[in-house]
């Protein structure tokens, strides 16, 4: 199984606000408890001369210990699997200052024990003329 | 005395914690979507096989190969 990534668009400037669904190996799905920090990443896939942009979230603000689904938040969209999110978090529109790009974006979790498990991956395209 | 059975246990408890198995782990990414706030909102899931972007308003494409 690949993982899954996301593809979204907006003006330069526009915060992205990231939603995964992260389930353990007995389908329950990760709790604010199995995670010690939270840090994002966000490259111009373009340059890889350039330095990215880098920020950290916090816990118990992005990670929901319940499934936040389309009747909660509107903004899970209603296409999506059944089953809602548990990791929301919004990448700051300063990540994405420049038009006509294409940036990668990467949020990771620490757990508790020091794995590191994907909460959120996908390339984000700022338009050049809005 | 040795006490096998207490050994044979804790080498057991010890292999499937370190193994991953004890629990809810390991864990993974089982869909992501991202929400850009305005006029535009698109999403993707498995690129290598299938990717929708949905534009709210007059367009909406789907199953674009990247």
């Not at chain 2, 869909?31 to 990717?51: K, L, R």
Request: hydrophobic share 35%; net charge negative.
């Amino acid at each position: 199984m690949s993982q899954p990534f996301a593809r979204t668009t907006g003006t330069k400037n526009n915060p992205l606000f990231a939603m995964g669904r992260v389930k353990g190996a007995s389908g329950a799905l990760l709790v604010q408890a199995d995670v010690s920090s939270i840090a994002y990443r966000v490259i111009d896939s373009e340059d890889a001369d350039a330095t990215p942009t880098t920020g950290s979230l916090t816990v118990s603000s992005v990670i929901f210990n319940t499934a936040q689904t389309t009747s909660t938040d509107s903004r899970w969209p209603a296409s999506a699997p059944s089953g809602g999110y548990n990791f929301g978090g919004k990448i700051p529109g300063t990540a994405f200052a420049d038009g006509g790009k294409t940036y990668f974006v990467h949020v990771d979790a620490t757990l508790s024990g020091g794995d590191i498990v994907t909460l959120y991956s996908g390339f984000h395209i700022t338009r050049e003329y809005y | 005395m040795i006490d096998h059975f207490r050994i044979y246990y804790f080498r057991l408890w010890h292999f499937l914690t370190q193994a991953g198995f004890a629990g809810n782990g390991p864990f993974y990414l089982d869909y992501c979507v991202g929400f850009v706030a305005g006029p535009e909102h698109s999403e993707g899931d498995e690129p290598m096989i299938f990717s929708t972007a949905h534009v709210a308003g007059t367009e909406h494409s789907e199953g674009v190969p990247l």
